[in-house]
C-alpha cells in the first residue's frame, strides 16, 4: 500500500509560479512511477506530467509542456510538480498519483492521493 499527500496549493495571479509536492509513504518509493492529474470544475480528471521511479523518464500533457517540471527526491520519498507561467485555466484539484509501471501511471493509476486546489486569478 501507498499512501499518498499532497501539498503546497493556494491561489495565485496569472503568470506566477507554484510548487506542489506529494509524499509517499511506505521503503519502496523508488520502485513506483509517480505523476499528477487535475480535475477542473464541470471536467474530467486529466493527466498532466509523470515521471519514472529513478527519475531517468518524464512526461508531460502539451497544456504544461514547456510551463511545469516534475521531479522527484527519492530519499525524500517525495514527488514535486513546478508550475510555472501560471494561467486561469490551469485552475483545478490537482492530484499526485503512483503506480508500479508509468505507462499505467498516466491512466489508471493505482494509489491517488486526496488532492490539493490551485486556483489561478486573472
Known amino acids: 500500500q501507498v499512501q499518498l499527500v499532497e501539498s503546497g496549493g493556494g491561489l495565485v495571479q496569472a503568470g506566477a509560479s507554484l510548487r506542489l509536492s506529494c509524499a509517499a509513504s511506505g521503503r519502496t518509493f523508488s520502485s513506483y512511477a509517480m505523476g499528477w492529474f487535475r480535475q477542473a470544475p464541470g471536467k474530467e480528471r486529466e493527466f498532466v506530467a509523470a515521471?519514472?521511479?529513478?527519475?531517468?523518464?518524464?512526461y508531460y500533457a502539451d497544456s504544461v509542456k514547456g510551463r511545469f517540471t516534475i521531479s522527484r527526491d527519492n530519499a525524500k520519498n517525495t514527488v514535486y510538480l513546478q508550475m510555472n507561467s501560471l494561467k486561469p485555466e490551469d485552475t483545478a484539484v490537482y492530484y499526485c498519483?503512483?503506480?508500479?509501471?508509468?505507462?499505467?501511471?498516466?491512466?489508471?493509476?493505482?494509489?491517488w492521493g486526496q488532492g490539493t486546489q490551485v486556483t489561478v486569478s486573472s
Open positions: 515521471i519514472s521511479g529513478r527519475g531517468f523518464s518524464t
Open positions: 498519483a503512483g503506480d508500479p509501471k508509468v505507462v499505467i501511471l498516466q491512466t489508471t493509476p493505482a494509489y
